[in-house]
């Protein structure tokens, strides 16, 4: 086999996707110090990291809302690091709804924040 037909092989037997039965969803509201410590951004890198979906913004009241979409342990690692968030950030408190999976993020943002 060639060198091009070998990455070829390789770039088309990546994991395929989970059926839309088997992905669920997740709403968190994260509390405690988690404004102003990049707690938004290191969130949306570690979920890009996971390969979920969703979105990420901060609320009036000094929390951080979040919601996002895909498999069940890639989730349950967010919502872990989520407990810890960035090294700056001190979290006192974490939310956590699981919700239907809707399929409706194409990637996961930093949304506006409610002011």
Same mark, same amino acid.
């Given at each position: 086999?060639?060198?091009?037909?070998?990455?070829?092989?390789?770039?088309?037997?990546?994991?395929?996707?989970?059926?839309? /039965?088997? @992905?669920? &969803? =997740?709403?968190? *509201?994260?509390?405690?110090?988690?404004?102003?410590?990049?707690? !938004?951004?290191?969130?949306?890198? !570690?979920? =890009?990291?996971? &390969?979920?979906?969703?979105? %990420? !913004?901060?609320?009036?009241? &000094? !929390? =951080?809302?979040? %919601?996002?979409? &895909?498999?069940? /342990?890639?989730?349950?690692? @967010?919502? $872990?690091?989520?407990? #810890?968030?960035? $090294?700056?950030? #001190?979290? %006192?408190? +974490?939310?956590?709804?699981? +919700?239907? *999976?809707?399929? #409706? *993020?194409?990637? *996961?943002? +930093?949304?506006?924040?409610? #002011?």
């Amino acid at each position: 086999m060639t060198a091009e037909a070998e990455m070829s092989e390789e770039t088309t037997s990546a994991v395929p996707e989970p059926p839309a /039965d088997e @992905l669920e &969803g =997740v709403h968190l *509201f994260i509390s405690g110090k988690v404004q102003g410590v990049w707690y !938004r951004a290191c969130t949306q890198q !570690r979920a =890009v990291e996971l &390969g979920l979906t969703g979105w %990420v !913004r901060n609320l009036y009241d &000094g !929390r =951080v809302e979040a %919601v996002a979409e &895909g498999p069940h /342990d890639a989730l349950q690692a @967010l919502i $872990d690091w989520c407990h #810890r968030g960035p $090294d700056l950030a #001190r979290v %006192v408190d +974490v939310e956590t709804e699981w +919700v239907d *999976f809707t399929g #409706r *993020f194409d990637g *996961f943002e +930093v949304a506006a924040s409610l #002011r």
